[in-house]
């Protein structure tokens, strides 16, 4: 039996409340790397439907940092504009994401990380006191400017062949006040997401989501799973 943890169930004691049933059905347990937490979703945009192209995360954390491996499955265009680099609208192409909160409640600040297949990355705090982005509400976005310096990392792989491309990134824990080695134990509120989109469709994109907002809109902050740091 693999050794990596696999949970995506609704109603996880240790990461779920019976208020949260409304809206979260997806929970993920992520222990210490090098053994991963797993989870997959095929999750649309608005919809809530199923058959979404399936996209898989892997997720461990360091003594400084979370792990991430993003896969992206069913591939047919990985398109990008090559003329883009960090902090640019990669998002208006194909992109995959995670949203992060450090604590239990929806948030109103978190981060927003992207990578795109030209392993360009996106990595910004967004600033949403509505948890909705409400039409005439604040809604603003405080990138990190010097990512690589402040220890982000990240490596894409492609194969057109398989028609999948994967990302492996690593986010800091001191971004979120996590103090190094202290990461067991901390609860977090995150949503994974994935746009698609080709050179016959753009600008229209298909939206994928762990747990999928009821609308065309990733940032509704109560749609954001639970997950606990073991």
């Known amino acids: 039996?693999?050794?990596?943890?696999?949970?995506?169930?609704?109603?996880?004691?240790?990461?779920?409340?019976?208020?949260?049933t409304r809206t979260l059905t997806n929970n993920l347990l992520v222990p210490a790397c090098p053994r991963k937490g797993t989870t997959?979703?095929?999750g649309r945009v608005p919809?809530?439907?199923?058959?979404?192209?399936?996209?898989?995360?892997?997720?461990?954390y360091t003594d400084t940092a979370i792990a991430i491996t993003f896969t992206a499955y069913n591939e047919t265009?990985?398109?990008?504009d090559p003329e883009q680099g960090t902090n640019d609208d990669i998002w208006e192409y194909e992109v995959m994401e995670a949203f992060i909160h450090h604590g239990t409640e929806d948030p109103q600040t978190y981060l927003e990380f992207e990578v795109n297949p030209n392993n360009v990355t996106y990595q910004s705090f967004i600033y949403n006191p509505s948890e909705v982005r409400a039409e005439g509400a604040p809604f603003d976005h405080f990138f990190v400017s010097d990512p690589a310096g402040d220890g982000f990392t990240a490596k894409t792989t492609l194969d057109k062949e398989a028609e999948t491309w994967v990302s492996d990134v690593e986010i800091p824990l001191a971004l979120f006040n996590v103090k190094n080695g202290k990461a067991k134990g901390t609860k977090w509120?995150?949503?994974f997401l994935r746009t698609i989109t080709s050179p016959d469709t753009?600008?229209?994109?298909e939206l994928?989501?762990?747990n999928p907002p009821d609308e065309a809109n990733f940032h509704i902050t109560r749609f954001m799973g639970r997950v606990l740091f073991i």
């Open 77 to 80: 265009n990985f398109y990008f």
């Open 208 to 210: 994928g989501a762990w």
């Open 202 to 205: 753009f600008p229209n994109q």
């Open 47 to 60: 919809d809530q439907t199923k058959d979404f192209a399936l996209t898989q995360v892997d997720m461990c």
């Open 40 to 42: 997959t979703y095929k």
């Open 1 to 20: 039996m693999r050794r990596d943890i696999i949970l995506a169930v609704a109603g996880a004691a240790a990461v779920a409340t019976a208020s949260d």
């Open 189 to 191: 509120r995150m949503q």
